[in-house]
């Protein structure tokens, strides 16, 4: 752990499921994040992340290194430009435990490089994207996402 | 105790921001290395990260038998969200400039 490390905790009223699919499904997360995860969800498989907020545009790509649906699911995360570069790779966790009748989603973000743009940036994204899931989940609505960012 | 209101609460204590603080300047620190540098004794402190963790504004990891702390932000950027945005932010943020250029520094 010798790498900066972030963790995002939220506790959401949906059953796990539901929120695996939220963040595997494209059709989905194009409603709360303004972005899709494309993959098969499979260990080694690639994964995409496309920004869908104006022009469709490739923003992250990894690879799927655990997928545990629905309780666990750890990729790589890296602009394309670095991606034949795994030194410049983060790791992301979305970690899925049902508590009672909330579910914990916990986001681990680590093995990033101190003091790089990646780690301002998901310092801020991250918060955004979990407070737009947990709106859109229980309430139906999304928020604003990256309104004023 | 509704969630929101346990987040209200841990942070209306001055001691318990200035360890979100310390946790937001450093992440996964532990009881002892939050302890260095601070005016509190261990177990206030103990005390303190039992209210924030209680309020999700600070989340643990254990590392062998070392326990880590990590602030998380979430709760608040929910605050924000429901209590500040909504609110003009635009023209909050304008006084918030003016304010900082009047007097410095506003992080008290």
């Given amino acids: 752990m010798s790498k900066a490390q972030f963790m995002y905790v939220t506790y959401i009223a949906a059953k796990p499921e539901r929120i695996w699919t939220a963040i595997t499904d494209p059709e989905f997360t194009r409603q709360y994040w303004d972005a899709e995860n494309v993959s098969d969800w499979k260990a080694g498989s690639r994964w995409e992340h496309w920004r869908t907020e104006g022009q469709r545009q490739l923003a992250m790509v990894g690879k799927v290194v655990e997928s545990a649906p629905p309780t666990r699911l750890v990729i790589t995360w890296a602009p394309p430009a670095d991606e034949a570069n795994p030194a410049k790779h983060s790791r992301v966790t979305f970690d899925i435990a049902a508590i009672g009748d909330m579910t914990r989603l916990t986001v681990t973000h680590d093995e990033l490089e101190p003091g790089s743009s990646m780690l301002h940036g998901i310092s801020e994204g991250w918060p955004r994207v979990l407070s737009s899931l947990k709106s859109f989940l229980e309430t139906g609505r999304a928020l604003r996402t990256w309104a004023g960012r | ?108």
């Fill in chain 2, 1 to 108: 105790m509704k969630r929101i209101d346990r987040v209200f609460k841990a942070l209306a204590d001055p001691s318990r921001r200035q360890l979100l603080d310390r946790l937001h300047a450093q992440r996964g620190l532990t009881l002892g290395e939050l302890c260095e540098h601070l005016e509190m004794t261990r177990q206030a402190v103990a005390q303190h990260l039992g209210v924030l963790e209680e309020a999700n504004l600070v989340t643990t990891v254990w590392r062998g038998r070392e326990k880590l702390h990590y602030l998380n932000p979430v709760p608040i950027h929910e605050i924000y969200h429901r209590w500040i945005r909504k609110f003009e932010h635009k023209r909050l943020g304008a006084l918030r400039d003016l304010k900082i250029r009047l007097e410095g520094d506003i992080d008290e």
